[in-house]
């Protein structure tokens, strides 16, 4: 497990004394690619609260620095496609990538791994070797995917030991998912736009009623709980979209059957709306099993009917195998690692044989 802090960390004061022996490159700078709902309203600061969002680039010299907001929590790191590495800005705002590589163009890809709608990210540039530069990063995948979800989306406690922990920020990591491991396996981009507790109409253990606050409340929005910035949708069409909800909405007594299967139609109706030509795919599991599971597979079931009734037979469903402790489990009995491998190695050949890819 690429958990261990393979980078060395520097307090922002640190790095002051350092300032000569490196270059400043701002967000603002060309050769940087982006992937995911990034706020862009202040250039020089991009924020963002969503697990999955990249920050690629390409670079000349012999080392990489990235500077981030104090606070800005945990990323997974990779220089020249080699062993992925974890880094944090827990309390530091510079980070060291990559020193004493050889000198010529290296690429680095940086992806932020958990939920950053309490810390609120920002990144605010990369550091190069006086003299060099940053350099065109390697072309995006053509292939585009949306994941829509929750707590399994985002890396609950995928790095926890057993069920017996409870959440901490620093045994998440959406980089290990099924989702990020899909799209690796299918070399696709992946937006993610998913948050732990949160259903189709009503959050864990919410009222029967629902919750002013869920997914469809939250999609139109570039920031989760910020409606200051609605997402530009043209920003980024995906080429599938695969929603995994209902867990929350039904984990807990008081599910409202009618209210589900509202809140799921709306979500369809809020995703078409935006990506006419997409093929949409609603997944279930791995975390539900009995009334639960049959509740959430029935509002999927005949939420995919009535797209098919409208004409729209581009809605899809798929059914994880409901994991069972085989493979151990996460913190609070969510997906281990080793079930969402299996997730992913599931997923992965149906997308594929779905998008003829």
Known sequence: MASLFFCQCFHAQERAGKSTDKDLFHPTDTNIQYIGRIDYSDSMHPAFTYPGVQIRTGFTGT?????????????????????????SFLGNSIVNLARNLKDGTHQAVITYIGE???????????????????????????????????SITCGYGIEAKSEAE??????????????????????????????????????????TTGDKVNMNTEYPYTLLYNDQHLWDFSRYTPDVVCINLGTNDTSTQGADSVL??????????????????????????????????????????????????????EVYRFDFTPHDGSLGYGADWHPSMRQHEKMANELTPYLKKLMNW
């Open 63 to 87: 080392s990489l620095d990235i500077m981030c907001k104090i606070g800005s929590g945990y990323f997974m790191a990779e220089i020249d496609g080699g062993e992925p590495f974890k880094i």
């Open 116 to 150: 950053g709608f309490e810390t609120l990210p920002e990144f605010h540039g990369f550091f190069v070797d006086k003299g060099k530069t940053l350099a065109p990063a390697t072309p995006l995948p053509q292939h585009k995917i949306e994941f829509i979800g929750n």
């Open 166 to 207: 409870h959440y901490e920020e620093k045994t998440a990591n959406y980089y290990y998912t099924y989702a990020a491991r899909t799209a690796r396996n299918l070399d696709a981009q992946a937006v993610v736009v998913a948050r732990s507790g949160i259903g189709v109409y009503r959050s864990y253990n919410g009222p």
């Open 260 to 313: 589900l299967l509202n809140g799921f139609k709306q979500l369809y109706k809020q995703v078409r709306s935006h990506y006419p030509k997409a093929k949409i795919v609603l997944l279930c599991g791995c975390m539900m099993n009995g009334q639960q599971l049959r509740s959430a597979q029935q509002a999927m079931d005949v939420t995919k009917d009535y797209a098919h009734q409208q004409g729209d037979t």
